[in-house]
């Protein structure tokens, strides 16, 4: 099924299609606390981790839209860090 959801963290590679476990944290747009950002077809979104449902014991999230501008360009600076981290250091 080729349902792009995607999620990040800062350190791995990034991914489509559900190839590896990826997440990436960036700060929302919204309410600037650090979230996994996801995205969704052309949409983009946070998501907030509150706790877990005291009676079924799942997890609870909320969410925040992001703009598609915002969610690239801190992709990008993101994506862009991680590379300058993953250069081999140069021995003299």
């Known amino acids: ?17 559900g190839g590896e476990k990826n997440k ?10 650090e979230a996994y950002i996801q995205k969704l ?3 983009y979104r946070c998501r907030h981790y509150v706790g877990k449902d005291s009676k079924t014991g799942k997890a609870k999230f909320y969410y925040h839209q992001q703009s598609k ?3 690239e360009t801190q992709i990008a600076i993101i994506k862009k860090q991680e590379n300058i981290k993953q250069q081999p250091i140069e021995q003299s």
């Open 24 to 33: 990436m944290r960036i700060i929302c747009e919204v309410c600037k606390q």
């Open 1 to 17: 099924m080729v349902f792009l959801r995607l999620f990040w963290l800062t350190g791995h590679t990034l991914g489509f299609n």
């Open 69 to 71: 501008d915002y969610a």
């Open 41 to 43: 077809g052309n949409y």
